[in-house]
């Protein structure tokens, strides 16, 4: 959603490289085109007027003038001042001392409330808590239905007494209020320690659903009113935020939708315009495309900077370890990297998520966002599939894939013959990659990584020694073992003569020239 201002920023920066000073005009030059950046990705007008006065007047300060590189400190200072009207700090959700703690959702219809609310819940179960769903939305069609799906695939139980409409030519009957304050007691009867209470929406702000969402806050005293905004409706969203805050109070914004294309500066005026902080993000449709809101991340996102910390989150949260400990115990033990070994990392990678947002996250991304545009995703799943389509022995011996056993693995995984050439080729590489880290050689065109053992021990001009390769005749290979093992047992025979290399009975003291009278001290 950013990628406009992103790119703009990064442009503008790239400007001050190679400049030991930055004079007056450079830095009005900057902030102008800082300015220009801010409004043409639909930031509000008072949040850009105060944004690019801060970083004018601490670009004018000392702390650019006494600088050793005033280009990366301006970067530092927008970064800085980025943080601060993203809300500042990262805001987690006050929990109740008594249970249950009572979240209230509230927004404008199709801001996605209802699928926030199975995000939402999905997320606690994963950090422990008992969630419990209120269908409150009586008035849009299907909504109690559509929020029954979201339980049911979040593993989340859903309280909903009244069915709600199923078209737009009924009238709603129930009353959301009792409905609301029948899911609390309900909570408190099973046992759930939150209760997230989906309420009805409009297209617009009107009298009648300000006066309902305020009866439902009086009447459950919620600990977070949480305020759901559509991050793609541009200028609106800040007017539509003032609304709600005075009309109900809201404690946490979040935004959803900000996987798509708009522009989405509207968004980062929310925070700084109500003064409440942005708490979540949705990034997708999956209930699994959700996650906590962190200022600083956001910021460095946003000038290319990368998000370095949630990629290395999410492989905590869904990597194997004990894959990864198998795996790192084969890598020291400088075993061969086969095929199946290929496959699981494929899995632990896909259990991460989306490839794309994976790589979006590194530092530097903006620069390869075109081939990222144009990475296909089920590249992986054709992959997977030609691994499959070998046998446990192919798998663990590529080098026995002749012509016959390619095409019939092609037409197994419904690929051509192409593709499995260049998966072998690739994996071939790969596996002499990994064999040389192991041995000490380090990455190919890199330099080896200091350390005991194996990374970067090997020391230029030194070489390991090959071993000799084992017969594959089976009885020459036991002799072969046997002889070594004689070898290796067998006693060595200890040096007779003297320190340097001559036998004592041979010695001549005369043939080393001493002065005369010296061959006393010899003992001859």
Known sequence: MFNSLSDRLTATFKNLRGKGRLSEADVDATVREIRRALLDADVAVPVVREFTAKVRERALGSEVNEALNPAQQIVKIVNEELVTILGGQTRRINLAKNPPTVIMLAGLQGAGKTTLAGKLAKWLKGQGHSPLLVAADLQRPNAVKQLQVNGERAGVPVFAPHPGVSSEFESATGDPVAVAQAGIAEAKSKLHDVVIVDTAGRLGIDAELMKQAAEIRAAINPDEVLFVIDAMIGQDAVNTAQAFNEGVNFTGVVLTKLDGDARGGAALSVSSITGKPVMFASTGEALDDFELFHPDRMASRILDMGDVLTLIEQAEKNWDKGEAERMAKKFADQEDFTLDDFLAQMQQIRKMGSMKKMLMMMPGAANIRQQLENFDEREIDRVEAIVRSMTPHERMAPKIMNGSRRARIAKGSGVHVSEVNGLLERFSQAQK??????????????????????????????????????????????????????????PKALPTGAAFGAGAEDFDPSSLNLPKGFEKFLGK
């Open 433 to 490: 990659m990994m064999k040389k880290m192991a041995q000490g050689g380090g990455i190919p065109g890199m330099p080896g990584m200091p350390g005991p053992g194996g990374f970067g021990s090997a020391r230029k001009g030194k070489t390991n020694p090959k071993k000799k390769a084992r017969s594959g005749n089976p009885a020459k290979a036991a002799a072969e073992l046997k002889a070594a093992q004689e070898k290796a047992n067998a």
